[in-house]
């Protein structure tokens, strides 16, 4: 197990390029199942999840090059097998295996899909598209004679069921038309790669109109992840310095900068930079995390000690109600609050140093940004479960400043 060391309390200063989207870069590896040939993805994030997607697809059979950032991934040669419940179990993207390789192979068996588990996290979305498609459940496994397009509404705007329906669409001859779907940025990056490697996709305001086929291999290059840009701004005001963010599509990020300056943040640019440095004032806030492009509830754990470092606020989270369990490890570094149904109130609090262990990615990442704001050193312990998602994390937070180790 590993564990990040923090000598905290040093303001950190300058400038940072995100690394590509975790959310964006995993249906895309998956999506290379369906687009035979190579693939070219730039700008892929090297964290734990990506690792994991990679080794699935090279358990199946999958030729990968790697040349820094950029994979080549040749899925030509692909047979079916079923990934071994210890690869899968590590990851939450690894459900797209039930839109990849049910397109590819006519067959997927569901088996225990990962991740973070600050909650249930239910897949009968997912399998109602399958099922709409022309797909059949015989126990574990889901299978298909043939695919055939329809009309199909998701009950919410679930990120894996889009993805999950978009794979499948994409692998259908003739139209198939999906509304109620997820408009975070990644779906659009999943949409730009699978038009690459040959699906018609038409995107309106309502819907998403597929016309598929069989794909070639397609090309993409990844966009920078606004999730990182916000908790390295994040790092910069909770430590009193001043970050600045680069390599990241600012227009994709309105709800974040709106509950930066909600909070009392000044946001500005520099150069290509933005740039965020706490004010005189900070004020109480409330924020909603809600699908895109409402706030995003990957966010609200990261704002959690930040609320505690000004002036206290409320969370409320629509997606996932109970993902709050970060707050009892975060309370072992001082930030008091307490927990409301769908919600929680953050206290202003004084943080201090101490040991804490990581509960998921962004609650674990939530310690790390208490730890660096507390004079003193903490230990962070469970640091994979953060390296799952942040990239070089250790090397960005050393370079603007923080006394940060990994300890094995
Ligand atoms: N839901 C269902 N049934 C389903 C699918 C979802 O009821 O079949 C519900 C969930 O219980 C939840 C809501 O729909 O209340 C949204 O879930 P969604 O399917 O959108 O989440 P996901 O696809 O499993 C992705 C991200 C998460 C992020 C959520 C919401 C990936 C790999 N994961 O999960 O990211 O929290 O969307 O934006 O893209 C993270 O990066 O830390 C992370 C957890």
């Given at each position: ?34 687009a ?18 990679l ?15 950029t ?55 997912h ?27 998701l ?35 999943l ?106 509830t ?26 709050f369990?970060?707050?009892d ?27 804490a ?26 640091a ?25």
């Open positions: 197990m590993k564990s990040f060391v923090i000598l905290g309390g040093k303001p950190l200063v300058g400038n940072v390029t995100v690394s590509g989207s975790k959310n964006s870069a995993l249906p895309i590896l998956f999506a290379t199942v369906i035979r040939g190579e693939s070219i993805i730039e700008n892929l994030p090297k964290i734990g999840d990506t690792e994991a997607a080794t699935i697809l090279s358990e199946l059979g999958a030729d990968i090059r790697l040349d820094g950032n994979a080549r991934i040749n899925t030509e040669s692909l047979v079916y097998s079923e990934p071994s419940s210890a690869l899968t179990s590590l990851i939450r993207a690894s459900t797209y295996l039930i839109g990849s390789l049910l397109a590819r192979f006519g067959r997927c068996r569901l088996s225990t899909f990962g991740g973070c588990n600050f909650a249930d996290r239910p897949i009968d979305i399998l109602d598209s399958a099922y709409r498609l022309g797909a059949i459940r015989e126990g574990e496994l889901l299978l298909a004679n043939s695919l055939h397009p329809a009309e199909i509404t009950r919410l705007p679930s990120v894996g069921a889009t993805v999950n329906t978009l794979l499948l669409a994409s692998s259908i001859k003739g139209k198939t038309v999906i509304r109620g779907f997820a408009r975070e940025p990644h779906i659009l990056t949409i730009d790669f699978l038009r690459s490697a040959g699906a018609k996709i038409e995107l309106s305001d309502g819907e998403i109109t597929v016309e598929g086929g069989d794909l070639h291999g397609g090309r993409v290059r990844i966009d920078g992840d606004v999730l990182e840009a916000a908790t390295f701004l994040t790092a910069g005001a909770i430590t009193n310095g001043r970050v600045g963010v680069l390599g990241v599509d600012f227009n994709a990020m309105n709800s974040i900068t709106r509950a930066f300056s909600a909070l009392g943040l000044s946001l500005l640019y520099e150069g290509e930079a933005l740039v965020c440095e706490r004010g005189e004032y900070s004020y109480y806030t409330e924020i909603v995390a809600r699908p895109y492009p409402g706030f995003p990957d966010l609200q754990p990261i704002f959690a000690p930040l609320f505690a470092s000004l002036s206290g606020g409320k969370i409320t989270d629509t997606v996932w109600r109970e993902r369990g970060y707050l490890e975060l309370a072992r570094l001082g930030v008091k609050s307490a927990r409301l149904t769908d919600g929680a109130l953050i206290y202003k609090s004084k943080q201090h140093s101490g040991t262990s990581s509960p998921d990615l962004r609650g674990g990442m939530s310690l790390v940004l208490s730890a660096l704001h507390s004079r003193g050193e903490s230990r962070i312990y469970s994979e479960k953060i390296l799952r998602g942040y990239e070089s994390l250790d090397e960005k937070l050393s370079a603007l400043g923080a006394d940060i180790k990994i300890l094995s």
